[in-house]
């Protein structure tokens, strides 16, 4: 018997506009829990927009957006309890460079959980493991590899206890070498049953990672499905066109 599913992040009638750029035309897209969708589309198309928008990175124009059941535009005046339960990962991963790693993933935990610092550094330590830094506790961001730093910036948000994982394009800013340490935390946190809503290029790592692949262009969904449906198989020709051009 499949166990009933939890919609975890809901958005209907999604609009978001910078002065006349009409960025987000009505995005329609729920997340259930446990699931991993990513989102492809070509540069411009309001990917990162569409995430922002989840957290209150954004304030959008139109549409709603629900997250856990709760509208999230109804937390605009406490965005801490709006960003309590997402984790949010980017390109850049905006460490804190005078404080070392675990320090990195104890003062959000302290400030906004209000965790004890005891508390708080067994967490983080934890979650340093899980991305494979327990031995780099002591360390600062500016001695890490790329690869590392993006690792922290993980095991930070995951410090955090969220129930949805944001990540726009988490490997973009890395040396090609380094992008596989990367997708291979994701890939475990994957089948950890971490709910991921993922901004990538990496269309390998969304062919086997994702249960969903949402394709984004001018700021609508133009198709979603599988990884087999969408990426093996588009049936729009705006899929086909940016498929042809990044595979
Ligand atoms: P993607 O992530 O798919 O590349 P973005 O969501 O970053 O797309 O951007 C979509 C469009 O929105 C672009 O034209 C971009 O210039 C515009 N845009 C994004 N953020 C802002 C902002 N804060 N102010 C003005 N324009 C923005
Ligand atoms: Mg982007």
Do not use: W
């Not at 262009?217 to 049936?235: L, Y």
């Amino acid at each position: 018997m499949t166990p009933p599913t939890t919609t975890l992040v809901e958005i209907t009638g999604l609009r978001k506009s910078f002065g006349d750029n009409h960025v987000l035309q009505g995005i329609d897209l729920t997340v259930e829990q446990g699931e991993v969708v990513c989102v492809i589309g070509p540069s411009g198309s309001g990917k990162s927009t569409l995430l922002r928008c989840v957290n209150l990175l954004e304030y959008p124009n139109d549409g709603l957006v629900m997250v856990r059941g709760e509208n999230i535009a109804d937390l605009n005046n406490n965005l801490d309890e709006a960003r309590r339960h997402i984790g949010m990962v980017f390109q850049q991963f905006n460490l804190f460079p005078h404080l070392p790693v675990l320090d990195n993933c104890t003062i959000a935990q302290m400030t906004v959980l209000r965790r004890e610092r005891p508390e708080a550094e067994r967490v983080a330590r934890v979650n340093l493991e899980r991305v494979g830094l327990g031995a780099k506790v002591t360390a600062y961001p500016a001695h890490l590899s790329g690869g590392q730093q993006q690792r922290v910036a993980i095991a930070r948000a995951l410090s955090m206890s969220p129930a949805l994982m944001l990540f726009d394009e988490p490997t973009s800013a890395l040396d090609p070498e380094l992008v596989g340490e990367v997708l291979a935390v994701m890939r475990t946190l994957a089948e950890e049953g971490m709910t991921m809503l993922i901004v990538t290029h990496e269309m390998a790592f969304a062919r086997e990672v994702a249960d969903r692949v949402v394709f984004m262009d001018g700021g609508v969904i133009v198709e979603q499905g599988s990884p087999h449906e969408v990426i093996s198989n588009p049936q729009q020709e705006r899929t086909k066109t940016f498929l042809k051009r990044v595979l």
